[in-house]
């Protein structure tokens, strides 16, 4: 689902709850990046559409 979001769009990860499960940057999957809170709030303003799962 997410190759498909990746192909159009940006998937950011939130830091704090990568930390909060033990997910480092290593197992995520290409094209997604780990976020901060600001960014994330930022892109969410300014984005036409948003995904959140």
């Given amino acids: 689902m997410l190759k ?3 192909r159009n769009g940006t ?3 939130c830091g704090t709850c ?4 033990g ?3 290593e197992e ?3 094209g997604a990046r780990r976020s901060t809170m600001k960014e994330l ?3 969410t303003i ?7 799962f």
């Fill in 4 to 6: 498909a979001v990746l």
């Fill in 11 to 13: 998937v950011l990860l």
């Fill in 18 to 21: 990568m930390d909060a499960r």
């Fill in 23 to 25: 997910v480092t940057d």
């Fill in 28 to 30: 995520i999957i290409e």
């Fill in 41 to 43: 709030a930022e892109q």
């Fill in 46 to 52: 300014n984005a036409d559409k948003v995904q959140v």
